[in-house]
T-cell receptor, first 111, second 115 residues
Framework: NAGVTQTPKFQVLKTGQSMTLQCAQD?????MYWYRQDPGMGLRLIYY???????DKGEVPNGYNVSRLNKREFSLRLESAAPSQTSVYFC??????????FGQGTRLTVV | DQQVKQNSPSLSVQEGRISILNCDYT??????FLWYKKYPAEGPTFLIS?????DKNEDGRFTVFLNKSAKHLSLHIVPSQPGDSAVYFC??????????????FGQGTTLQVKP
């Protein structure tokens, strides 16, 4: 039982490049999340998906797009990466009002 | 506007003593609260939760207290152990209208338990 799997684990991008962070969960959860963690800022919600086919903006959505491809997968896309998007990104899944399970994170550096 | 706030960035406690981590929230629609623990280079892991219909929930050495009127929750760890040294995040969510179950986190508190 893998839980929440994120790929890649590390990535270095040049300013202006695009990339997609992949996330998959095998717990049959309806809700999925993308967070970024920055020093002193905690975990900030980028986007949220309450169910397959629905997405909703979180606290810091600018510069990102998401796709809830199916119930298992929720991807995060950076269309034109900026140094301010250097961060650690976490994907999570849950049912509503139950604990969320997190992936191991993707450490992204934009130079 | 930070809806969930942890105003203490760090806390240092002696092994065997009590650790008290605090969290405040502003959104009265939140009805479910959680605490997570995070070690470096790992994802956060769930510790304990509490529903707004309760004011206390206990699980082994961990107890969470909820004061709805003050919009405040706290996590007590007794006794504290060196292995508890980590970053602790509080989080909140709600399912009422306008708050569709988004899980919002605080900034985190780094706990150091000294042997």
């Amino acid at each position: 039982n893998a839980g929440v799997t994120q790929t890649p684990k590390f990535q270095v991008l040049k300013t202006g490049q695009s990339m997609t962070l992949q996330c998959a969960q095998d717990m049959n959860h309806n809700s999925m999340y993308w967070y970024r963690q920055d020093p002193g800022m905690g975990l900030r919600l980028i986007y949220y998906s309450a169910s397959e086919g629905t997405t909703d903006k979180g606290e810091v959505p600018n510069g990102y797009n998401v796709s809830r491809l199916n119930k298992r997968e929720f991807s995060l896309r950076l269309e034109s990466a900026a140094p301010s998007q250097t961060s650690v990104y976490f994907c999570a899944s849950s049912e509503v009002n139950t604990e969320a399970f997190f992936g191991q994170g993707t450490r992204l550096t934009v130079v | 506007d930070q809806q969930v706030k942890q105003n203490s960035p760090s806390l240092s406690v002696q092994e065997g003593r009590i650790s008290i981590l605090n969290c405040d929230y502003t959104n009265s629609m939140f009805d479910y609260f959680l605490w997570y623990k995070k070690y470096p280079a790992e994802g956060p892991t769930f510790l304990i939760s509490i529903s707004s219909i309760k004011d206390k929930n206990e699980d082994g050495r961990f107890t969470v207290f909820l004061n709805k009127s003050a919009k405040h929750l706290s996590l007590h760890i007794v006794p504290s152990q060196p292995g508890d040294s980590a970053v602790y995040f509080c989080a909140a969510s709600g399912t009422s209208s306008g708050n569709t179950g988004k899980l919002i986190f605080g900034q985190g508190t780094t706990l150091q338990v000294k042997p």
